[in-house]
């Protein structure tokens, strides 16, 4: 509403009407989010503490793919048809 009101020139832009209480009551969700995250933290922490997970996550980046196989083209391909 704050952007209408300074798009269309109604009230300040610096001022929005709003009191302490209110402007309180917007951070709180903000400190909630951040001790969730802190939460999830400590608990991916616990949870990766195992030594075998630990091991699994250190080496994930040198993983072995197998190769993919066949060529770029697939059997429903128009192009380059059989040689009857």
Do not use: C, H, N, Y
């Amino acid at each position: 509403m704050s952007f209408l009101r300074r798009l269309f020139g109604g009230g300040s832009g610096g001022d929005d009407g709003r009191s302490a209480d209110a402007a309180a009551a917007d951070a709180a969700p903000a400190i909630d989010d951040a001790e969730r995250d802190r939460q999830l933290v400590r608990e991916d922490a616990e949870r990766t503490s195992d030594e075998l997970i630990a091991r699994q996550l250190r080496f994930a980046d040198r993983k072995w793919t197998p190769p993919a196989q066949g060529g770029p083209r697939r059997a429903d391909d128009a192009e380059g048809g059989d040689d009857k």
